[in-house]
């Protein structure tokens, strides 16, 4: 594939270091696009997420399978606030 690259003067200086071991161009831009594609897959790699599980102190005669319920609860008491609240 051929296309127009407008390189860095940095980049370029260091293209031309490799180049002055007697590499040819082309080679010398593959290696070091291989070079940087491979270490950026690296870099990039996710770390694993651990969740800490915690203790809940409930209280005795609480249910917390029954929380959605309360929420629910809740919500509506709110709704019905605002609705008394926007009618008069």
Known sequence: MRT???ID???????????????????????????????GRQASRPRKYRTKPHKLRMR????????NQLVDEL?????REREVERRG
């Open 60 to 67: 005795a005669g609480f249910d917390p399978v029954r929380l």
């Open 75 to 79: 919500e509506m008491d709110a709704h």
């Open 4 to 6: 127009t690259l407008t």
């Open 9 to 39: 003067d940095d980049i370029a200086a260091a293209i031309e270091e490799r180049r002055r071991e007697g590499e040819p161009l082309r080679l010398v831009i593959n290696s070091l696009l291989r070079e940087g594609l491979r270490t």
